[in-house]
């Protein structure tokens, strides 16, 4: 177990790989058949419209790819930061009741 400050990782995020992957899986299916059809309207042959495809179904893929990491890691970011305010809340909200509770109890003149 590391010592050091915990750090936020997309991989085990419950919902960002999966979305991630959707992107990933999208973006190349995407980027391939766009990629096909117009070097097809273009009058390559089959194999040039398949090869360029290819290169356009890896080009997006990455693309979706990058702006899914990109948007997952400010959205993982920011729920960081509400659980951190809401913690913080929290504790606050805790030490002004036991604050009160022990106010109460010193007035009640009572040692326990």
Known sequence: M?????????SAHPRASRHIATAKGWGGLIGFGVVFLLSMRAH????????????????????????????WKEIALAEVERARRLTAAMARAAAQE????????????GPG
């Open 44 to 71: 390559m042959s089959p194999f040039e419209s398949g090869l360029h495809a290819l290169a356009g179904g890896i080009g997006l893929y990455l693309l979706a790819w990058a702006g899914a990491v990109a948007i």
């Open 98 to 109: 036991s604050e009160a509770r022990a106010t109460a109890k010193a007035e009640a003149g």
């Open 2 to 10: 590391s010592a050091g400050p915990s750090r936020v990782q997309l």
